[in-house]
C-alpha cells in the first residue's frame, strides 16, 4: 500500500459514517486517539468539530435560553465527524438527554467520536436516568453503527508509561 492510500483506508469508517467509541480509565490516551484521528481526518479534507460533551450540552441548554437552538443544532450537525470527548460522565436531566437524543439522530449517517472513562454498558444504567422516549440513552448511541475500541494502553505520566 501506498503512502497516500494508508490515510484513505485508515479514514473508511470516516467515509462510511461510522461512530467510534473510545472508552477505558482516566489517562490511557482516549483523547489523544479522538483527536489524532480528526487530525487525520482534516488532512484529508473532512470538517471535524471537538468538545467535551458538557460544554455541548451547556451550549444547547443557551439555545433554549436565547431561542438559537435550532441554529447550534445545525452547527452540531454540520461537521463530518463530532467528537463527544468525557461522555457519560455525569446525570443527565430531561433536557439533556432530550438534546442529546436530537443531536444523535440528526447526526445519522455522520460519524461521532465518543470518548468515556466508563464502558458502554455502563452508561447511565438506572432507567430512570437520562431516558429519552422510554430509552437509555446509552441504549441509542450503541445503535448507531460504530466500532467499541477499549483502551488498553497503560496510563502515562509525564510522558513516560507507568510501572
Given at each position: 500500500?501506498?503512502?497516500?492510500?494508508?490515510?484513505?483506508?485508515?479514514?473508511?469508517?470516516?467515509?462510511?459514517?461510522?461512530?467510534?467509541?473510545?472508552?477505558?480509565?482516566?489517562?490511557?490516551?482516549?483523547?489523544?486517539?479522538?483527536?489524532?484521528?480528526?487530525?487525520?481526518?482534516?488532512?484529508?479534507?473532512?470538517?471535524?468539530?471537538?468538545?467535551?460533551?458538557?460544554?455541548?450540552?451547556?451550549?444547547?441548554?443557551?439555545?433554549?435560553?436565547?431561542?438559537?437552538?435550532?441554529?447550534?443544532?445545525?452547527?452540531?450537525?454540520?461537521?463530518?465527524?463530532?467528537?463527544?470527548?468525557?461522555?457519560?460522565?455525569?446525570?443527565?436531566?430531561?433536557?439533556?438527554?432530550?438534546?442529546?437524543?436530537?443531536?444523535?439522530?440528526?447526526?445519522?449517517?455522520?460519524?461521532?467520536?465518543?470518548?468515556?472513562?466508563?464502558?458502554?454498558?455502563?452508561?447511565?444504567?438506572?432507567?430512570?436516568?437520562?431516558?429519552?422516549r422510554g430509552r437509555p440513552?446509552?441504549?441509542?448511541?450503541?445503535?448507531?453503527?460504530?466500532?467499541?475500541?477499549?483502551?488498553?494502553?497503560?496510563p502515562m505520566a509525564r510522558g513516560k508509561p507507568s510501572?
Amino acid at each position: 500500500m501506498t503512502q497516500k492510500a494508508a490515510p484513505a483506508v485508515a479514514l473508511r469508517w470516516l467515509h462510511a459514517g461510522e461512530s467510534v467509541i473510545l472508552f477505558g480509565p482516566v489517562g490511557v490516551g482516549k483523547a489523544h486517539i479522538a483527536q489524532a484521528l480528526s487530525h487525520l481526518a482534516v488532512r484529508q479534507g473532512s470538517h471535524v468539530r471537538y468538545s467535551k460533551t458538557s460544554r455541548i450540552l451547556a451550549d444547547l441548554a443557551g439555545g433554549h435560553a436565547d431561542r438559537t437552538w435550532e441554529k447550534r443544532i445545525r452547527e452540531l450537525v454540520r461537521p463530518d465527524a463530532l467528537i463527544l470527548d468525557d461522555f457519560a460522565m455525569r446525570q443527565l436531566s430531561a433536557t439533556q438527554a432530550d438534546d442529546l437524543y436530537e443531536l444523535v439522530s440528526e447526526r445519522q449517517g455522520r460519524t461521532l467520536i465518543i470518548t468515556s472513562n466508563r464502558a458502554p454498558s455502563d452508561w447511565y444504567p438506572q432507567p430512570s436516568s437520562a431516558t429519552v422516549r422510554g430509552r437509555p440513552i446509552g441504549s441509542m448511541v450503541i445503535c448507531l453503527t460504530c466500532r467499541c475500541v477499549p483502551a488498553v494502553c497503560s496510563p502515562m505520566a509525564r510522558g513516560k508509561p507507568s510501572a
